[in-house]
Protein backbone atom coordinates (compact mmCIF):
# COMPACT_ATOMS: atom_id res chain seq x y z
CA UNK A 1 0.00 0.00 0.00
CA UNK A 2 1.15 3.46 -1.12
CA UNK A 3 1.91 6.12 1.87
CA UNK A 4 0.40 9.30 1.72
CA UNK A 5 2.81 12.40 2.26
CA UNK A 6 3.77 15.61 2.26
CA UNK A 7 5.37 16.50 -1.03
CA UNK A 8 6.02 20.04 -0.25
CA UNK A 9 5.79 22.56 2.31
CA UNK A 10 5.67 26.18 1.19
CA UNK A 11 5.23 29.73 3.09
CA UNK A 12 5.65 33.63 2.64
CA UNK A 13 5.54 36.54 4.94
CA UNK A 14 2.90 38.41 2.51
CA UNK A 15 -0.13 37.60 1.63
CA UNK A 16 -0.77 37.43 -2.48
CA UNK A 17 2.65 36.22 -3.44
CA UNK A 18 3.82 33.52 -4.23
CA UNK A 19 4.87 31.39 -1.66
CA UNK A 20 8.47 29.27 -1.47
CA UNK A 21 9.43 26.18 -0.76
CA UNK A 22 10.50 25.21 2.86
CA UNK A 23 11.80 21.58 4.48
CA UNK A 24 10.21 22.21 7.73
CA UNK A 25 7.60 24.27 9.51
CA UNK A 26 6.00 24.71 12.84
CA UNK A 27 2.02 24.28 13.16
CA UNK A 28 0.67 26.14 16.12
CA UNK A 29 -2.74 24.92 17.36
CA UNK A 30 -5.85 27.55 16.13
CA UNK A 31 -3.44 29.78 14.20
CA UNK A 32 -1.41 28.23 11.31
CA UNK A 33 2.31 27.76 10.32
CA UNK A 34 4.45 30.18 11.64
CA UNK A 35 5.96 33.01 9.15
CA UNK A 36 3.02 31.99 7.19
CA UNK A 37 0.94 35.16 6.43
CA UNK A 38 -2.32 33.27 6.30
CA UNK A 39 -1.75 31.87 9.73
CA UNK A 40 -4.22 33.80 12.09
CA UNK A 41 -7.92 33.05 14.03
CA UNK A 42 -10.00 32.64 10.97
CA UNK A 43 -11.05 29.09 9.37
CA UNK A 44 -8.44 29.29 6.32
CA UNK A 45 -4.90 28.90 8.20
CA UNK A 46 -3.53 26.37 6.30
CA UNK A 47 -4.32 25.43 2.40
CA UNK A 48 -3.75 21.95 0.99
CA UNK A 49 -3.42 21.05 -2.91
CA UNK A 50 -2.73 17.86 -4.71
CA UNK A 51 0.53 17.04 -5.84
CA UNK A 52 -1.47 15.26 -8.90
CA UNK A 53 -4.11 18.50 -9.76
CA UNK A 54 -0.41 20.70 -9.77
CA UNK A 55 0.83 17.99 -12.49
CA UNK A 56 -1.91 18.48 -14.51
CA UNK A 57 -1.55 22.30 -14.38
CA UNK A 58 2.55 21.55 -15.29
CA UNK A 59 1.27 19.41 -18.41
CA UNK A 60 1.01 23.39 -19.57
CA UNK A 61 3.05 25.60 -17.60
CA UNK A 62 5.90 23.16 -17.05
CA UNK A 63 8.11 26.17 -14.73
CA UNK A 64 5.55 25.98 -12.50
CA UNK A 65 6.77 26.12 -8.80
CA UNK A 66 5.65 25.11 -6.11
CA UNK A 67 4.00 27.91 -4.08
CA UNK A 68 2.35 29.27 -7.19
CA UNK A 69 -0.75 28.65 -6.13
CA UNK A 70 0.13 30.12 -2.65
CA UNK A 71 -0.45 26.70 -1.27
CA UNK A 72 1.06 25.40 1.97
CA UNK A 73 1.11 21.77 1.93
CA UNK A 74 1.22 20.11 -1.14
CA UNK A 75 0.24 16.43 -0.93
CA UNK A 76 0.98 13.09 -2.93
CA UNK A 77 -1.04 10.12 -3.15
CA UNK A 78 -4.40 10.87 -1.06
CA UNK A 79 -6.98 11.52 -3.17
CA UNK A 80 -8.24 14.75 -1.66
CA UNK A 81 -11.58 14.84 -4.14
CA UNK A 82 -13.04 12.30 -1.27
CA UNK A 83 -12.27 15.20 2.29
CA UNK A 84 -15.14 16.52 3.07
CA UNK A 85 -15.29 19.55 5.73
CA UNK A 86 -14.82 18.49 9.15
CA UNK A 87 -12.69 15.65 8.28
CA UNK A 88 -9.47 15.49 10.02
CA UNK A 89 -5.74 15.01 8.41
CA UNK A 90 -3.09 13.89 10.80
CA UNK A 91 0.36 14.97 9.17
CA UNK A 92 3.74 13.41 10.62
CA UNK A 93 3.80 12.95 14.25
CA UNK A 94 1.77 15.57 15.85
CA UNK A 95 -0.07 17.93 12.93
CA UNK A 96 -3.89 17.67 13.09
CA UNK A 97 -6.31 20.07 10.25
CA UNK A 98 -9.75 20.51 10.39
CA UNK A 99 -11.01 20.84 7.00
CA UNK A 100 -13.29 23.90 6.98
CA UNK A 101 -13.74 24.89 3.61
CA UNK A 102 -13.13 23.62 -0.19
CA UNK A 103 -12.19 25.71 -2.78
CA UNK A 104 -12.17 29.32 -2.86
CA UNK A 105 -13.26 32.34 -5.55
CA UNK A 106 -10.25 33.48 -7.53
CA UNK A 107 -9.45 36.72 -7.74
CA UNK A 108 -11.40 38.99 -9.79
CA UNK A 109 -9.69 39.00 -12.30
CA UNK A 110 -8.29 35.32 -12.49
CA UNK A 111 -5.14 34.82 -11.61
CA UNK A 112 -1.12 34.47 -13.62
CA UNK A 113 -2.24 31.05 -13.88
CA UNK A 114 -5.85 30.72 -14.83
CA UNK A 115 -5.08 33.77 -17.93
CA UNK A 116 -2.01 31.21 -18.89
CA UNK A 117 -3.81 27.85 -18.94
CA UNK A 118 -7.74 29.10 -18.92
CA UNK A 119 -8.50 27.83 -15.50
CA UNK A 120 -7.38 27.53 -11.94
CA UNK A 121 -7.38 24.84 -9.45
CA UNK A 122 -7.66 26.27 -6.55
CA UNK A 123 -11.38 27.41 -6.56
CA UNK A 124 -11.94 23.90 -7.03
CA UNK A 125 -9.78 21.52 -5.64
CA UNK A 126 -8.00 23.53 -2.82
CA UNK A 127 -8.52 22.67 0.65
CA UNK A 128 -8.39 24.73 3.72
CA UNK A 129 -8.01 24.01 7.32
CA UNK A 130 -7.47 25.26 10.72
CA UNK A 131 -4.65 23.65 13.22
CA UNK A 132 -6.60 21.35 16.07
CA UNK A 133 -2.79 20.19 17.25
CA UNK A 134 0.56 21.55 16.67
CA UNK A 135 3.61 20.52 16.13
CA UNK A 136 6.62 19.71 13.71
CA UNK A 137 6.25 19.05 9.95
CA UNK A 138 8.38 17.85 7.21
CA UNK A 139 8.75 17.23 3.86
CA UNK A 140 7.80 13.90 3.37
CA UNK A 141 5.83 13.08 6.15
CA UNK A 142 2.99 10.49 6.02
CA UNK A 143 -0.67 12.03 5.93
CA UNK A 144 -3.65 9.54 6.96
CA UNK A 145 -6.57 10.84 7.38
CA UNK A 146 -9.84 10.72 9.80
CA UNK A 147 -13.79 11.09 8.95
CA UNK A 148 -16.03 13.08 10.62
CA UNK A 149 -17.66 12.16 13.78
CA UNK A 150 -21.47 12.98 13.61
CA UNK A 151 -22.79 13.39 17.01
Not at 25 to 46: C, L, P, S, T, Y
Not at 89 to 104: F, M
Amino acid sequence: MIEATVEAICISNKKGIVKRETEEVFFENNWGIEQDAHAGKWHRQVSLLAGESIDRVKEKLPTLKNGAFAENIITRDIDLTDVKIGDQLHLGKDVILEITQIGKKCHNDGCAIKKATGDCIMPKEGLFARVISGGSLQKGDVIRKSLQISS
